[in-house]
């Protein structure tokens, strides 16, 4: 599997965010990006009156306009291509080096913010109050981590860029309300990208959205990926999902190989690395597996 670069790998360790140049083709970004637009008129999780943020299941977009705003939740059952971009080699690979062979797929996300005057743009972390305050070593694997594609340029500042503030996934950050950081605040850095560019960043780093005054909406997928232990969250795998899914999707969907029983997730199953890696060899664990000892 293709591995981080030595300079990919500070500048993870340091600043906590990698850009990818060129992750999707021109073709594949003109094909996601019909598909957004074709999904927003579709029934779907989006944001909804319920408490804190969560999504619910909305007749469409509230928007549809193409232009107009988006936030979908769950995209792998409106197309095959959402499925393989679960474990799309090229940026996976990354994401194995960076994380470790046992992971999941956690969350899908499309985002489209459109031109307008009024979003202020805003910044969090990701896992809310609990990863903010996990706060990793520059040689740890995260916790958890994303993924997110364009699927339009970004050019210039306060086009909808994905704002981060480098470092701030090891060190604690002001998140009272009065200091809450925004899009514009010492240290923020508003990334500019083309269509098809991905970005890879911990849940622990501090980011969001700047407003988007472009004359443009500024389109994107969300890819999320967790510690096995972690568990997935935001979806469900239906049958029929599963059935088109390879043996290392499945695996990334939370299929295990038996039902969940007390111990799953504990330890990975023998053939971890081999699903997700393609390599032969058991779990660094197995052999010490406390199952393994009291059969002894
Ligand atoms: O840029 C966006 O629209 C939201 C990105 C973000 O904050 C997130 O993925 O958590």
Known sequence: MQRLTARQREQWA??????????LSADEVAFLGDELDRVRRQPGYEPSD????????LPHAASLDDHGFMDRRDLLGYHQAFVDLVDRPNVFDLIVDIMGPYLLFSMSQAIVRPSNTTFPGYTHT??????????????????AMKAMYLLSDVEGTDAGNLTVFPGSH???????????????????????????????????????????????????????YCQMFVRCYDF?????????????????LGD????????????????????????????????TRPDDLLRA
Request: glycine letters at 10%.
């Open 14 to 23: 340091v600043d906590g965010f990698l850009h990818v140049e060129g992750a």
């Open 236 to 252: 469900e795998v239906p049958p029929e999902i599963a059935s088109r899914c390879t043996p290392r999707q499945r695996r990334l």
């Open 170 to 224: 090891m060190r604690p950050f002001p998140d009272s309300p009065e200091r809450w950081p925004n899009p514009h605040s010492p240290g923020a850095a508003q990334l500019q990208g083309k269509a098809g560019d991905c970005y890879l960043f911990p849940h622990s780093l501090w980011h969001g959205p700047a407003p988007n005054r472009s004359g443009r909406a500024r389109k994107t997928l969300l890819y999320n």
């Open 256 to 287: 295990l190989g038996h039902a969940f029983r007390p111990g799953s997730y504990f330890y990975a199953p023998r053939d971890q690395l081999e699903v997700i890696t393609g390599e032969t060899g058991e779990s660094v664990l197995a052999d």
């Open 50 to 57: 319920l408490p804190r943020g969560h999504y619910g299941w």
């Open 126 to 143: 990701d896992g809310g109050e609990a990863l903010r305050h996990v706060r990793v070593t520059e040689t740890s694997r995260p916790i």
